[in-house]
């Protein structure tokens, strides 16, 4: 377990030292991957350290998990095989019964385990759109136990007020989980902000070079902790060492890259808001954004994300196609630049009448904007739309 008192210094330093020290047999200075399956224990039922399984505890996840937990200024850090596993652990420690409220523009895979797995188990599930508190309080009930929403949200980029969400989830006796994924810690910190959970699919900006597949819970109390890891260690969603040292590699340079990221992010809006084959771009950076002065208040900056409203799908298809540094390939936050359809990919399992009352049409394009040369990509882009 890692405590903020425990790491001295500011993100950067925390990014390269926090939840590590140097092996103590040799004096490595990287973290070892200990590619374990089980340990041997001196005494009969009575493990060294508390290591007797690997699905419950490796030294590799575990300084992962320390040094992200001090990232986001919060207590635990708990380590999965996905996000998506991280998301649904919490959820799990709901029964049947219970009620959760969630944004409704969240990425297509957490609607699709709610609806299709979850919801089948007898947990409810309302969407609402989060950017209106009011819409969170009128979809809370007696037997709400969970808040759940994205800020910024994928691939709209909505923006919810975290501290006011936090507000009504605990005034209705629920906690509050935001998935952070597209800000980072580095550019945003929920706990801070009143969440009780923040989640992270560690695939995306935390790892940053689009090598594994990982995902990451912290929280700050004690109880809620040791509840999350009782359900991953009954239903075995961890990740392997190897992801974890990949992962913890990847944070080491996670300020460093959020920096260009931020930069490359703002560019590529600004000149795409001002080209003429684009109807409008989503972008929390902008001054055009309609929660600009929200986003600006809770973020310290608004990464690589930018989704663009061609108004057609042939248009869609054109520009994606014809892109030669964006590769046409799901997912986001690498060091590559990335250019997607939601509505055929990411979000193709979301329903149409759902997709479309968000805004999530055939003609929208998400761009994960990556830390290439900023030029370099705005020619890119330029050429990709005069097709």
Known sequence: MATPSDNAGKFGTLAVHAGQAPEETTGAIMTPIFQTSTYVQPELAKPKGGYDYARLKNPTREALEANVAALEDGCHGIAFASGLAAIESVVKRLSAGDHVVSEENTYGGVTRMFTKVLQKLGIEFSFVDTRDPSCIAEAMRANTKLVHVETPTNPMMRICDIEEAARIAHQGGAILMVDNTFASPYNQRPLALGADVTAHSATKYLNGHSDIIGGILVVNDDELAEDIHFVRKSTGAVPGPMDCWLCLRGTKTL?????????????????????????????????????????????????????????????????????????????????????????????????EDMRLAMGVTDGLVRLSVGIEDQDDLLDDLDQALAG
């Open 255 to 351: 300020h460093l890259r959020m920096e260009r990221h931020n930069e490359n992010g703002l560019a590529v809006a600004r000149f795409l808001e001002q080209h003429p084959a684009v109807e409008r771009v989503h972008y929390p950076g902008l001054a055009s954004h309609p929660q600009h002065e929200l986003a600006g208040r809770q973020m310290s900056g608004f990464t690589g994300m930018v989704a663009v409203e061609l108004g057609d799908a042939a248009k869609a298809r054109s520009m994606v196609e014809r892109t030669r540094i964006f590769a046409l390939a799901e997912s986001l936050g690498g060091v590559e630049s990335l250019i997607s359809v939601p509505a055929l990919q990411t979000h193709a399992s979301v329903p």
